[in-house]
């Protein structure tokens, strides 16, 4: 079953504007992370934040955590058209152990 | 140094056929998870290996079945193929089973189940 459920589904924007996708899961979690991936192929970690961290940055990434609403975003700056991917976010949870449980993901898509 | 390599990239079997897929994990990896993930979804675990040992599992059925060898690679079999096997299965590598590690993807593996 899936734990973490991503929203938008489906996001289109321009080169240079701002994507945000929000990320919701339900039990407590150890930490949660982000990954990308390009038309099927296999993912690509982006970032991972800590149960006891609220904001992390990675150069035209932030992702923020919020433990009290079991909720994330990621918000990618400036997007380029190489930044079209579908985007996941995986949680451990402390049942689950190291296992990642992922959403369904969002698709990105950056037009030039 | 290599990622995580998978092989075969693309693979076609029957419905009741058995098939095996390979991973080796990334250098300096001893972790070694696998999930499917059907189209449009997001990956589903299916087991972790450690120390050759199964050390956690999905809700996958006993037609999964793993192992891990001395060098850490491992093999992904499933037995009695269904349509619904079709998927990409997705090996991961990490290093321990300490929290907070990132998990490195290979490419994946492309099952088709006719």
């Known amino acids: 079953s899936q734990q973490g459920e991503e929203d938008p589904q489906a996001l289109s924007i321009q080169e240079g504007e701002n994507a945000t996708m929000n990320c919701s899961y339900k039990?407590?979690?150890?930490?949660l992370q982000w990954y990308r991936q390009n038309s099927g192929r296999g993912l690509v970690h982006l970032i991972l934040?800590?149960?006891?961290?609220r904001e992390k940055h990675s150069g035209r990434l932030r992702v923020t955590l919020d433990t009290s609403k079991k909720s994330s975003s990621l918000l990618i700056t400036a997007s380029r058209a190489a930044d079209t991917a579908s985007y996941f976010c995986?949680?451990?949870?402390?049942?689950?152990?190291?296992?990642?449980?992922f959403g369904k993901g969002t698709t990105l898509s950056v037009s030039s | 140094d290599a990622g995580v390599t998978q092989s075969p990239t693309h693979l076609i079997k029957t419905r009741g056929q058995q098939v095996t897929l390979r991973c080796s994990p990334k250098?300096?990896?001893?972790?070694v998870s696998w999930y499917q993930q059907a189209l449009g979804q997001g990956p589903q675990f299916i087991f972790q290996y450690y120390e050759e040992e199964e050390r956690q599992r999905g809700n996958f059925p006993d037609r999964f079945s793993g192992h891990q060898f001395p060098n850490y690679s491992s093999e992904l079999n499933v037995n009695a193929l269904l349509l619904g096997d079709s998927a990409l299965y997705l090996c991961?590598?990490?290093?321990?089973?300490?929290?907070?590690?990132?998990?490195?993807f290979g490419p994946g593996t492309r099952l088709t189940v006719l």
């Open positions: 991961a590598s990490s290093f321990g089973q300490v929290l907070y590690n990132e998990q490195f």
């Open positions: 250098s300096g990896h001893d972790t």
């Open positions: 039990t407590s979690i150890n930490n």
């Open positions: 934040i800590r149960s006891n961290e």
């Open positions: 995986a949680t451990e949870d402390f049942q689950a152990g190291t296992a990642l449980i």
